[in-house]
């Protein structure tokens, strides 16, 4: 049965799902914080904000994977999924109702987002990264995840929290303050968590032991190794520092260093069918292909690497079973906007160019 306190919810909901506005809204990604300003005082946004605060955990975190604009009552959530970090879990909610507050609070919004804040200030780890999920869990989810962008995602939040930028500007001056200091210190993490390979600095692994801060395993086929698509991300937050130190500026000149480098010329990936007449993915060499860069380097040599289900090392993707070649991104092309666009504008600004 669904919650009396939920019911006008539902009913605003109900309402419009025939709405091709709210059924793009009900989809749930980041589009949701895309919208005109204006739209977040509308009935349909504060009916998608009670649903948001409906799915908030007694933690104060929020799942992934779930559309939030469904009330729980209506869509139950999967326990596996909650007080995480993954996926756009708490970060994505909590950007979402600060916009809404920013266009007329409400208490019930403004305390599941303080809420929500305050879980993510006691999420950050003595050594200053952040879990995939809090209340820890046993297992690679205690490590600090840079794994899609997850750490990145709460320190580019926390930043703009901490400087009352955009829509956060109705946060108390404490809160703001303990996001800084959260910021400062995770980005002294990002430059401690920096591999380097006899004394040069490179990028960083997807995960890093909590405690040692080395890089770690993360699911069986995600090794420690270098990472040539998280590294992006952490890459670009680097960049995004009005006054860096010259701490931060060897950090991002040794990553992009080490982008260049790795860079694989030459070839490109190719859909083909398979004897069986399902889908498969090849590696075709191709001289005029823009480059690519493996998902995972080998931490000494720097090797791609590659490696199934049973976490055996392999040279080439096509050694793999096939359910991971085509249900895991093994290459892909993120560094090449950052070296074209980013870098060029990074060292203008700072002065180096």
């Known amino acids: ?31 949701i914080t895309r919208r005109d300003p204006d739209w977040y005082a509308t009935a349909e946004a504060r009916a998608i904000a009670d649903s948001v605060v409906a799915h908030q955990s007694p933690e104060g975190g929020w799942p992934k994977n779930t559309s939030l604009a469904v009330p729980p009552d209506v869509t139950p959530v999967d326990e596996r999924s909650k007080n995480t970090f993954d996926n ?24 599941a987002f303080d809420r929500g804040l305050d879980y993510t200030l006691a999420a950050q780890s003595p050594s200053g990264g952040w879990p995939q999920f809090y209340p820890l869990r046993p297992g690679y989810y205690t490590h ?5 962008d997850a750490m990145v995602r ?25 996001a800084g200091a959260a910021v400062a210190r995770g980005i002294q993490t990002i430059l401690a968590t920096q591999v380097r390979q006899n004394g040069v600095l490179t ?15 993360a699911r069986a086929f ?24 010259p701490t931060v500026i060897a950090a991002v ?28 993915l090849q590696v075709v060499a191709d001289p005029q292909a823009p480059p690519l860069w493996a998902r995972f380097y080998d931490l000494e040599t720097n090797r791609p690497i590659f490696l199934g289900r049973d976490s055996v090392v392999h040279y080439e993707l096509s050694q793999i079973e096939r359910e991971r070649r085509m249900g895991y991104r093994y290459y892909g092309d993120r560094p090449a906007g950052l070296l074209r666009d980013d870098y060029p504008a990074w060292r203008r600004r700072v002065g180096l160019s």
């Open 1 to 31: 049965m669904i919650a009396r306190r939920w019911m006008p919810a539902v009913i605003a909901l109900t309402a419009t799902l025939a709405s091709p506005v709210l059924a793009q809204t009900a989809d749930w990604n980041d589009q």
């Open 88 to 111: 756009d879990g708490t970060t994505l909610p909590m950007a979402f109702l600060a916009r809404v507050i920013a266009a007329g609070e409400r208490p019930a919004d403004r305390a």
């Open 144 to 148: 600090i995840t840079y794994n899609d």
């Open 154 to 178: 709460i320190m580019v939040l926390l930043r703009e929290i901490a400087d009352g930028s955009g829509p956060y500007g109705f946060v108390d001056a404490d809160r703001r303050a303990r």
């Open 203 to 217: 990028v960083w692994c997807a995960q890093h032991d909590e405690t040692t801060l080395e890089p770690a395993w």
């Open 222 to 245: 995600e090794p420690p190794s270098l990472s040539g698509s998280e590294s992006v991300g952490i890459t670009r937050f680097l960049m995004s520092i009005p006054d860096p130190s």
């Open 253 to 280: 000149e040794g990553a992009v260093g080490w982008f260049r480098a790795s860079a694989i010329h030459g070839m490109r990936l190719q859909t083909v069918t398979a004897p069986d007449d399902e889908p498969d």
